[in-house]
């Protein structure tokens, strides 16, 4: 399918007015949010009054309305700045504020999307378990209904925004015998902390200005009107949400590739040995050219899946799906490229690069978790693996 590359003048305006925000506002402070481990405190409320907090949810909830294509600038204009809060952005935005969109009943919309687009609230999903990874079916907390309330029991790990959140949409399985055909999804208010529920901040050498908590449910109870879906189909919900993540969280990961590119390019130029600019040099030049390569390409890999799902009308991916494949490989090609041009810009600024306090050096340790979240690299080659087989 060959897709036209060129942004209308609107999606030129957004892509515009969140990078020259971001500069202005993000780029002074992340120095010191990265070395103190914490999230801007005024984060969300910034991104609410730029109006992206509900970018693709429907504008009578109080969002914005538009497509996953506009998500996939968001992700890359923050992530040129910080990676790590195009993470935060992108996990409220498309982990959890969209699959509620998606799939939840219209008491549930509107008890919870206003709150969620306009900057009040902030919105995180729980999936992965401490024995459950890669192999999300296999997780192992339940709920049980009781009255008019779920009880859960269980834990989650790597839960991004949890720790500052107050909103978790998470799995559980409702009727563990039937494995992953006995999965739900609930949604649940965590600040004010539920009886039984409790999260502890995650220490990380990257992503350090996105809050990563790990969850605990004793006997917390959900009520059972925050069912989100079906009772026991949370597994279309949980592919169908992770295959327009995978395309949106892109983003992050060419956002720190072009930041690797842009920076490294500037420095070489600025930097002068054997009397001369490093820029003047081969190998240096030789390195500039690939990390525009690996980011153009990436960039077209992403945009074309973003395109691509924003032209389904059902917009649902999951087993049997090109979009699926076109999920896949979008992050598992920017993931590792975001990855290997903050490599070459460590190399490129030489021992500069290698102290905490070069933007270059934050965006490397950042870029790793794209080959990582998300489903890993070797969980994305076998989905390609998967529908290409298919197909011969
Ligand atoms: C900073 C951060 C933020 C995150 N945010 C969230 C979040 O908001 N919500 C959420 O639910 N989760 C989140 N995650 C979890 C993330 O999605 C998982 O870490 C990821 O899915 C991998 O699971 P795991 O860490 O248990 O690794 P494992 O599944 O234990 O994998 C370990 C290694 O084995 C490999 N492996 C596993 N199975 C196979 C196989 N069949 N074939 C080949 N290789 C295999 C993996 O690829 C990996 O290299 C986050 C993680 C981090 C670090």
């Known amino acids: 399918m060959a897709i036209s590359m060129a942004f209308s003048d609107e999606q030129k305006m957004l892509a515009d007015m969140i990078y020259k925000w971001g500069v202005n506002w993000l780029d002074p402070q992340m120095e010191h949010h990265d070395e103190v481990d914490e999230m801007p405190k005024d984060f969300f409320k910034e991104t609410g009054k730029l109006g992206i907090n509900g970018l693709c949810i429907d504008e009578k909830y109080g969002g914005a309305g538009q497509g996953y294509t506009e998500v996939l600038i968001g992700t890359l204009e923050i992530g040129r700045i910080s990676n790590a809060l195009s993470m935060t952005w992108g996990a409220h935005l498309c982990l959890c504020v969209d699959n509620i969109k998606r799939n939840a009943n219209e008491d549930i919309k509107q008890r919870f999307l206003p709150g969620l687009c306009d900057g009040t609230d902030i919105g995180c999903l729980g999936i992965t378990e401490p024995n459950a990874g890669s192999d999300a079916m ?198 590792e490229i975001g990855t290997q041009n903050c490599l070459d810009g460590i190399q490129i600024h030489g021992g500069y690069g290698y102290c905490l306090e070069y933007a270059i050096n934050r965006h490397f340790r950042d870029s790793k978790l794209w080959e990582i979240g998300a489903g890993t690299s070797e969980v994305r080659r076998m989905i390609i693996a998967r529908e290409l087989l298919r197909k011969y």
Do not use: H, W
């Open 138 to 335: 296999a997780m192992r907390t339940t709920a049980k209904l009781d009255g008019d309330s779920y009880i859960v029991n269980g834990s989650k790990i790597f839960i991004t925004n949890a720790p500052v959140g107050q909103v978790l949409l998470f799995y559980v399985k409702t009727n563990p015998e039937l494995g992953p055909k006995g999965m739900s999804a609930l949604v649940t208010r965590i600040d004010p902390a539920p009886e039984g529920y409790s999260c502890n901040k995650i220490k990380k050498f990257g992503m350090r200005t996105s809050p990563t908590g790990e969850l605990g449910f004793n006997d917390m109870r959900v009520p059972k009107e925050n069912l989100v879906g079906e009772l026991n189909k949370g597994v279309a919900i949980l592919t169908g949400g992770l295959t327009t993540e995978r395309i949106t969280l892109s983003g992050c990961a060419l956002g720190s590739a072009k930041a690797a590119l842009d920076l490294s390019a500037k420095y070489s130029k600025e930097r002068v040995q054997f009397g001369k600019p490093i820029a003047e040099q081969g190998q240096i030049q030789y390195k500039l050219a690939n990390m525009y390569c690996r980011y153009e390409t990436g960039r077209m890999l992403a945009f074309n899946a973003a395109a691509f799902v924003d032209s389904l009308t059902d917009k649902r991916g999951g087993k049997g799906t090109d979009l699926d494949m076109m999920a896949a490989a979008s992050l598992l090609y920017c993931g």
